[in-house]
Structure formats: C-alpha cells, structure tokens
C-alpha cells in the first residue's frame, strides 16, 4: 500500500510538470504548426530568472512563480517576434522551423552557460518540510508543485473555453484563412499564444529546479518527455497532453519503481511506439482529410 | 524518345564532377604534407559522408530524421565492440558495423515510417536520446580491462585504444597516408553512392513522394516502403562513415551524442543546401572553416552554429548550392529564357 502511494505521489509530481510543459508544446503545435525545440530551454531561462532575481533581492514562492511565468512569456514573445514571424509563409514551414528552433536552442544554451556557468545551483526559492499521507512522507514541495501545475492548467483550459482571447485561438488553430477573415488578428494571436505557452514553460522550469537543481541542461529531459507526450496524444491537442502527461508519469514510476529508474523512460518510449503503430495519429488525434 | 537521353545526362554529368572532386582529394597529399592538415581532411571527408547521407535521407526521400548521430554512433561502436569483444580484424568490423547501423534503421523505420514529418524528427530524437541516456547509466561490468570495469557498451567512457588499420607498423611515419586513403575510399563510395541514387530511378521515387505523396501513391510508388529503403541505404553508409572514425581516432564513446555534435552535422546539411546534390560538401568545409574560427575566438562554436542555422533558414532556406546556382544564372544572363 505504502509503495503504490509512493509511486502514486511521484508519478503525479512529475506528471504535474510534464502537462505544464507539454500543454504549452502542444498549444503552440496546434496554433502555429511549428514544433519548439527551444521549449527545453524557456523552461531553463524561467528558472535562472527567478534564481537571479532571488539571489539578487529574495522573493517569496508566489512572485517566484510570477517571474517565472514572466521570464518564459517574454522569451516566447521574442522568438516570435525576432524568428518565427518571418517564416510564416516559407513553404516548408514544418522542417525549416524545427531546424530554427533547434539552433535558437543551442544559442540559448550556451548564452546561460556562458552567463552562469555550469555550476548546479540549487533553486533558492522552495518550501522546506514533509508531510505524512498514509505512512509515506511527502515533500511540501511536491504539494506546491502539484497545486501550481492545477491553478495553471485549470486557468489555461479557462482562457480557451470560456473567453474570446481563447475562442481566438482555437479559431485561427482550426483554420487560419477562415479567422482572419472573420477579423481575427491572427499575428496578434499567434504572439498570444507564444507568450501563453513560454509562461507555462517558465513555471515547469521553477517547478523542476526546485526538485533538482539549475544547469543549462536541466531544461533537455522535461522537454523529451513532453515531446514523447505530445507525440502519443497527437500533436496539436492540448487536451489529450495533459492526460497523457499525468498517465505516462505514473506510468514511468511504476516502472522506474519495480525495474529500476534508467529503465523508466525507455520503456515507456517502447510504449508510445506500439501505440503509434496502433493508431499512427496519437491516442486523442482525429484523421485530418487532405486533399491532394 | 528524347526521354533516356534527359534521364541519363544529370547522372554522367554529377558522376564525372564526383570522379573529378574524389581525383582532386587523391592528389592533394603531393601538395598538403603536413600531419596536422591531413587530419583535418580526414575529419571533413568523415562529416561530409554524414552531411551527404543526411541530405539524400531528409532533402530528397523526405524523412526529417534526427537519428543521424545514433547511426555514425553504431558504426563506431560496432566496430570497436567486434574488434575488442569478437576479436575481429579491423578490416571485417567495418562492414559488419556498417551492416548492423543499416539493421538498426530498418528496425527502427518500420516502427517510425508509419508517421510523417515532425512526428518522424520528435520519435527518432527520443530514441537517439533514450540510446544515449542508456549507454551512460550503464555500470555493469562486462569484462575487465586492465583491472578497469569495461561495460558492454561501454559506459559513460566509451571504448578507447582498440586496433586501428595497422598502417603504424606497415608505413612507420607515413601512417597517416594510410588511414587518409583509406578514408578517401570509404568517402569515395559514399559521393559516388549518393550521386547514384539522387540522380537515379531511386532518387526520382524520393522527390515524387516528397512533391506529392497522394500522387505518387496513385502511380504505384509506396511511400513507406521507399522511406525505409532510403532511411536503411543512408544509415549503412552513415554507418560506414562512423566505423572509420572508430578506426582513424581508435575511440568511440557517447559524446558522438552530444545535441551540438548533431547540430553541428545539420548546419552543414542546411548551410550547404538541402535538397541540392553537392551542398552538404561545401556546408561541411565551410562549417569546419567557421568553427575553427570559432575556437579562437573564446570558444564561440555553439553560438555560431545555432546562428547558422537560424539565419540560413530565414535567409536562405536552400542553402549556399542554390543560391550559386542562381547567382550563375544571372551572371549568364537572361538572354536564354526558360533554360
């Protein structure tokens, strides 16, 4: 019993950062069609920003999640506004901007390692303590970070269902022509939607450093688990990657549980690809008609 | 028919101009004598066998594979576990590295070529990085070398100091003409290879399916079927390229997985001009050229790499071949409409 709590605690804390992460990956698949390989690296610089804010002035954990959120929005914007904005119309938008997003990635890397060094830090801006649920300790931290992840993703699924900002969005995610001729401004949207999902980056990224610790790397695993997520709900829904997160979380230690944690994430991997062979377009993606 | 004549004439053309360019690496050792500058050449002959196996696979037959690195990994494993484990001969490892990178890919196409596009690149980066991740956190001990723990895959060092071609012993202080033709061979089928299928009947099913699959299906071409061929063929000369690596530096170890390291090989691919016959050539020597630059200026590589990468697509998504053939064009003139 104690065990299966263990493994549930876990899998819902790591799952928590998954969905944030994967929720934004798939918002921004949806939306712009574009695949982020920098997503790794929002989550990074959300978390050095609230490190150096808090090293510089100390904060308390609320503005901690404040300047995350900003940190990872205004990074997002400016890769909209400095790249993705001007590949827009390139006939192969969907190669071309993983290839951009790849190198912005590797430039981001090197810019914190340059600034900051390689040194792990441990995240200043945590809550201390445990707390017993039936006879297995649970961090406050874990608590905290699965509150978070709620308030964010219950906000999210808020602003895309229930106000025009959100029904914006899932219009020009539908098809673009149409909205912008009923007078969406679908450039506006799509910086919208950048910003959304580089806040939600920003807070994963606090979220795992205080689980861990910083380093200009820490943002490469979250991002190939949200990419393994993504794939598995089919890109572009938001919905199926918040489930998909928390299952293949619980599910991963499960496994990392009873056959050791190195084997956690393969597999699971081995997982996504029997049932991509099942159902090559993810668990929740609905076959598109194309024309020829 | 005038159509043999219009299929045959690119491939001669594109073979003589390969034969010419593999002429000109045989003669430079007569020029070039110092070691230094040959191992540099060495290094550009192996990246240009990746660099040009990337671009048949993912500018023409259409799969954008992230996996590249995992193959050249599989070759240079490959061949160091048959020469240190099965005790092979460094000239039998080579191919059977090369085999078994082509038997990994058909496997791992079978499992990912059932998808298209970004859901190809986002599967192979995962199961690149979940090879990688599994290599290092091995700590098993399989054998023991000189009272040091050798994993079966070498763990978190990798495999060093096994057999290299033996060219030490046969040419004392010319060893590294050996090992420079040796490699000159191996890029030698790779150009001649890769030429042969872009200007084929091979490389033709490739740009129909990419152009249009719907239409190419209805014309009796199997887009999944014609993927795997490209993704196996691709990865056994990828393969081939990662065996002589192991051969030439006598060390094969993870950090052939290391993101900046696939970065670096896609920025010549991009910078060159994917989807061109000769780009990754002239992306790979002038990557190398910059990132040489790069090391002395304060280690800027990575910077400059994802630069690269950046601006070219923004810039000039088809790279530096077409943007010359261009240039040609209108040094010419416009006087000869519709050629």
């Known amino acids: ?292 | 028919m005038s159509m043999p004549n219009l299929a045959a004439g690119p491939v001669q053309r594109h073979l003589l101009v390969g034969v010419a360019v593999i002429a000109a690496f045989a003669l430079l050792p007569l020029v070039l004598t110092e070691r230094y500058m040959l191992g540099e050449v060495i290094v550009f002959f192996i990246w240009a066998m990746v660099a040009m196996n990337w671009n048949v696979l993912m500018g023409h037959a259409g799969v954008f594979s992230l996996a590249q690195m995992l193959f050249v990994a599989c070759g240079a494993y490959g061949m160091a576990m048959g020469v240190m484990f099965l005790g092979l001969n460094v000239w039998a490892a080579i191919p059977i590295a090369a085999v078994a990178s082509a038997l990994l890919a058909l496997v791992i196409g079978m499992a990912c070529l059932r998808l298209t596009g970004a859901y190809v690149a986002l599967l192979t980066y995962a199961i690149a990085e979940m090879i990688h991740v599994l290599i290092i956190t091995d700590t098993v001990c399989f054998t023991m070398v000189a009272n040091n723990c050798q994993q079966l895959f070498g763990g978190s060092t990798g495999f060093s100091r096994f057999d290299d071609f033996g060219f030490r012993q046969l040419l004392r202080g010319n060893w590294v003409l050996g090992n420079y033709y040796t490699v000159l061979a191996a890029f030698a089928v790779t150009v001649l290879a890769c030429v042969i299928i872009i200007h084929g009947r091979l490389g033709l099913a490739f740009r129909a399916i990419r152009d249009n699959p719907g239409y190419a299906a209805s014309r009796g071409i199997d887009r999944k079927k014609y993927q795997i061929i490209a993704f196996a063929v691709t990865a056994f000369l990828t393969g081939l390229a990662g065996a002589v690596y192991a051969a030439h530096y006598r060390f094969a170890g993870p950090s052939l997985f290391d993101f900046s390291t696939l970065m670096f090989v896609l920025s010549m691919v991009i910078v060159g001009g994917l989807g061109s016959t000769w780009g990754p050539l002239i992306g790979t020597g002038l990557m190398m050229v910059v990132v040489e630059f790069a090391k002395g200026m304060g280690d800027a590589r990575n910077l400059i790499l994802g630069l690269a990468l950046v601006v070219f697509v923004i810039v000039l998504p088809k790279g530096l071949a077409h943007f010359g053939t261009v240039l040609a064009q209108r040094l010419r003139g416009g006087n000869r409409p519709g050629t």
């Open chain 1, 1 to 292: 019993m104690e065990i299966i709590i263990q493994i549930i605690v876990t899998g819902l804390t790591m799952g928590s950062m998954y969905a944030l992460a994967a929720v934004g990956l798939s918002l921004i698949y949806g939306t712009l069609g574009m695949f982020n390989m920098a997503h790794g690296m929002f989550m990074t610089l959300g978390a050095y920003a609230v490190f150096t804010m808090s090293s510089a002035i100390g904060l308390p954990l609320i503005l901690g999640i404040v300047v995350a959120m900003a940190a990872g929005a205004l990074i997002g914007m400016a890769t909209h506004l400095l790249m993705v904005r001007f590949m827009l119309n390139s006939p192969e938008f969907e190669t071309n901007i993983l290839v951009a997003t790849a190198g912005l990635a590797i430039v981001l890397e090197d810019l914190v390692l340059k600034t900051y060094g390689g040194y792990p830090y441990p995240q200043p801006v945590r809550i201390e303590g445990i707390m017993r649920i039936g006879g297995v300790a649970v961090t406050y931290q874990a608590m905290v970070i699965l509150a978070v992840a709620a308030v964010c993703i219950c906000a999210v699924a808020w602003l895309l269902l229930r106000t025009k900002f959100g029904r914006a969005i899932r219009a020009t995610a539908i098809n673009r022509d149409a909205a912008q001729l009923m007078g969406v401004r679908t450039g506006t949207v799509y910086l919208q939607v950048m910003a959304l999902a580089g806040a939600l980056a920003g807070v994963a990224g606090l979220m795992i450093s205080t689980l861990t610790t910083l380093s200009p790397q820490m943002g490469g695993d979250p991002l190939l688990k949200a990419f393994v997520i993504c794939v598995v709900a089919g890109l572009g829904n938001v919905w199926g990657a918040g489930v998909c997160a928390f299952g293949l979380a619980l599910l991963e230690s499960a496994i990392g549980f009873y056959f050791g944690v190195r084997f956690g994430f393969p597999v699971m991997l081995m997982l996504v690809i029997i049932v991509l062979i099942w159902r090559p377009l993810g668990l929740f993606g609905r076959e598109k008609v194309v024309r020829l």
